[in-house]
């Protein structure tokens, strides 16, 4: 049974600002110093260092030491889908009055960025859609099924889930709600694995200090080719 008071916990530490701004910033799936956390949520870095402290006290990080230095990361996927969560439960419940003027960093964050370890905005639910259509994988209620030759068909495209990543608990293929497209875009060792694939064949580079991504000339010739999308964005 899960314990109430371990509910408001979770909910406090996320819920201060300085925290949510570093939770975010982790969003990229990439680790972070404590100095580099706490530029981003305009604190001390003695002040990042309290708050971090906490985060990884309630397992939401994850420290990993590399010589001197501390690199923090989030400590999990379900912890990625909560934060991811939230933000999409912000951007529905935002007053009408209150919504912020999209500007080119949003623009370009709604176009394409990560959610964690896989695709999301307009990029990933476009990538989602076209896997669905051609048979690939499916959803069903809440679900992600993987066709019987799912998984032939998209090593032939250079995808594939690699065997370290085949013994964990984690979900094959799920469905995770965008935030920004209010549609799923693909999650799981599979979504990771497409992610993985697209930033390796350098379809999508990421842009400095933000989770988005862009696509590159290269990346709008192979989606139109292997996935058929002719144009996002």
Known sequence: MVNTNRIAEIGLLIGEPARAAMLDALMDGRALTAGELAGVAGITPQTASGHLARLSDANLLAVERQGRHRYHRLASAEVADLIESVARIAAVTLPQTRRPVTGPRDAQMRLARTCYDHLAGGLGVAVT??????????????????????????????????????????????????????????????????????????????????????????????????????EIG
């Open 129 to 230: 859609d076209a896997l669905v259509a051609k048979g690939v994988i499916a959803f069903d209620d809440g679900a992600g099924i993987v066709a019987p030759d799912g998984l032939d068909r998209l090593a032939a495209l250079g995808i594939a889930v690699d065997d370290a990543a085949r013994r964990t608990t984690r979900p094959l293929c799920r469905p995770c709600l965008d935030w920004s497209e209010r549609r799923p875009h693909l999650a799981g060792r599979l979504g990771a694995a497409v992610c993985r694939h697209f930033l390796e064949r350098h379809w999508v580079t990421r842009i400095a200090d933000s989770r988005a991504l862009f696509i590159t000339p290269k990346g709008r010739q192979a989606l139109r080719a292997e996935f058929g999308i002719a």
